[in-house]
């Protein structure tokens, strides 16, 4: 019995003691964050697939981990002979997890779950949905008891982030947050997600992995800024510091006490998307409850001119490490001795060379070969491949910098490539192309445009799983909404200011992957007698392959768009460059023709 199942085991114990017929683990932690502390992973200790995305759940004769197209060849691996099945969302023959649950249990059974691990927003509709089934949500740790040497919450120091580089002081920040509550008719704002708290008061810290946050809560009201973190987690300076933005400072778990003090006719603004079924039922059942997206979500979203010059130093500092990179991969791939892993580790110490580097924005994805089909793939010592001169390599990968949060994605070919590979390659340079060249008018959201990217695609019966773009954080999360470019509908409309990524795909399972990825910014166009148009600003500097595109599939204006992108990319980066490193980027990005 390998250790998933004996954990099963143990947790079905409880279950059947408790009066549990099925309890749902899901992937996240009671700040909805999608990187957390490693207390929290309890999906990832029960199941043993870690993923940044799934559900486990568990009855008491079967269990499924529910993932999306991201992780369906993941979770095949990680899933195997451990009791649990994969169950791949988007499938046909895939039910959905809640009408799956309501099947395999009979009126009058209850379903547990950790509610500091759900939203206000999925609770109830987890538990409207069992109801149609008379089947109950309960609230119920089980994990806890079970989870035997679990790893400490983080006491990490948090740091001042300089206004140099946030271009707001906190003091006015607020100003503007506390319009929008009044705008909103609440009197007290909840706010739970770690990366608001950070842009808000301009702190910054070391508690998850990827995402400089700090774990804490706040509370605002029209006198009064509480932030509620551990009294470890701050220095001296730190204390100074919030206290000259008129913060006030209280342990973590005190938020509890002072939801439940909230005056009974006071409106709480919160969001229900975000804020943990928990916190929401320490609040006093009379006041008003006003459920809508974070207003700090938003006015994080439109980065200032700050923050936009600090993108920009922070892409050009990008460039030059994936350059040295790339110059080191080409004549160290020859040894036969490089592995993903190895390449990985490497790219690291090119971006650490940058000043104020501050790490990686996320795991680097160095997928070779077959492993570039899986989207989210993570090499370690036991999957890791050989990188040779043959075949595909896929490297997505991102810094934080004090100046900004990078992400960019490159597929080159490491021998002769095929004419399929030249073609999907080419075709997701197409998409790529008509995001990037694209022009809409003010009030368009990002489901809107995604067509753009997956035309060329579409018209060959091919496609991708995942989205096309996602909102960046500035020295922040890497994945920050609420803006987006994908199928699904988003009412979010795009704005000037907007960091997006850009980054169609192509996945052949068992073979390669293709990834084309760049940061774009919403910037405003022209105005005419239909109204104010908007334009994407491409703001990620490093040439694209040229050798794997088929430019007889390329139209005039796309191979132009390819020539002036890859003219920038030189004049942006040769200055900082060597000679010998200048002759390379002039090689890589010479013009092409048709």
């Not at 995402?211 to 029209?222: R, W």
């Not at 160095?366 to 899986?374: F, S």
């Not at 995604?450 to 996602?470: C, E, F, Q, S, V």
């Amino acid at each position: 019995m390998n250790i998933i199942n004996n954990r099963l085991n143990k947790l079905r114990a409880i279950m059947q003691k408790q009066g549990v017929a099925a309890y749902i683990v899901p992937g996240t932690d009671p700040h909805a964050g999608e990187y957390f502390a490693d207390y929290w992973k309890e999906r990832d200790w029960i199941s043993g697939f870690d993923g940044s995305a799934g559900t486990a759940v568990i009855t008491l004769d079967k269990a499924g981990v529910w993932v999306d197209s991201r992780y369906y060849i993941q979770a095949d691996v990680q899933l195997k002979n451990t009791g649990y099945v994969a169950m791949k969302m988007g499938l046909p023959e895939t039910p959905d997890m809640l009408t799956w649950i309501a099947s395999e249990l009979k009126s009058g059974d209850q379903v547990g779950v950790n509610p500091l691990l759900f939203s206000v927003n999925a609770f109830m509709t987890m538990r409207n949905q069992f109801l149609l089934s008379g089947i109950e949500l309960v609230q119920a740790d089980l994990i806890k008891p079970i989870w035997e040497e679990r790893p400490a919450l983080p006491e990490q120091k948090i740091f001042v982030y300089d206004v140099v580089y946030a271009g707001q002081s906190c003091m006015e920040k607020m100003a503007i947050l506390r319009q929008k509550i009044k705008e909103a008719h609440a009197d007290v704002f909840v706010l739970n997600t770690l990366d608001d708290i950070a842009w808000l008061f301009n702190i910054r810290g070391n508690d998850v992995s990827y995402n400089p946050v700090a774990t804490a809560y706040a509370l605002i009201d029209e006198s009064e800024a509480v932030i509620y973190i551990s009294d470890e987690k701050l220095t001296e300076e730190v204390r100074l510091y919030l206290a000259s933005q008129q913060l006030l400072i209280k342990d973590y778990q005190q938020i509890y006490n002072d939801l439940g003090a909230i005056p009974k006719n006071k409106k709480v603004l919160l969001d229900g998307s975000k804020i943990n079924q928990s916190l929401f039922e320490a609040i006093a059942p009379e006041c008003g409850v006003i459920n809508r997206m974070s207003p700090v979500t938003m006015l994080k979203s439109i980065k200032n001119e700050t923050e936009i010059l600090g993108m920009r130093q922070a892409m050009i500092k990008d460039g030059v490490a994936l350059t040295r990179f790339f110059i080191w991969l080409e004549a160290s791939v020859c040894s036969g001795e490089l592995t993903e892993v190895s390449i990985a580790e490497k790219l690291y110490e090119f971006r650490a060379e940058q000043e104020n580097f501050f790490g990686e924005s996320f795991g680097t994805i160095a997928g070779y070969a077959a492993h570039g089909a899986i989207v989210h793939y993570k090499a370690d010592e036991k999957s890791k491949a050989r990188v040779l001169q043959e075949g595909i390599l896929l490297i997505d990968s991102g810094g934080q910098f004090l100046e900004g949060t990078t992400d960019i994605t490159r597929t080159i070919t490491l021998g002769n490539p095929t004419p399929q590979q030249k073609t999907d390659f080419t075709l997701v340079l197409k998409g790529h192309i008509g995001i990037a060249t694209a022009v809409f008018p003010v009030g368009t959201r990002g489901s809107q445009l995604d067509i753009l990217a997956r035309k060329a695609m579409w018209d060959r019966r091919l496609n991708y799983g995942h989205g096309t773009g996602h909102g960046v954080g500035h020295f922040l999360n890497v994945h920050e909404g609420p803006q987006n470019i994908r199928m699904d509908e988003n009412p979010v409309t795009l704005q000037p200011g907007m960091f997006i990524s850009n980054e169609p795909g192509l996945y052949r399972k068992d073979a390669y992957g293709i990834r084309t990825e760049n940061l774009i910014m919403v910037t405003p166009d022209q105005q005419s007698e239909f109204g104010q148009f908007l334009k994407f600003e491409t703001l990620t500097f490093f040439p694209i392959d040229i050798t794997l595109i088929d430019t007889k599939l390329l139209t005039n204006a796309e191979i132009g768009w390819l020539n002036a992108y890859h003219q920038e990319v030189y004049d942006k980066i040769a200055p900082h460059l060597n000679e010998m490193e200048r002759e390379w980027l002039r090689n890589k990005t010479k013009a092409v023709e048709k």
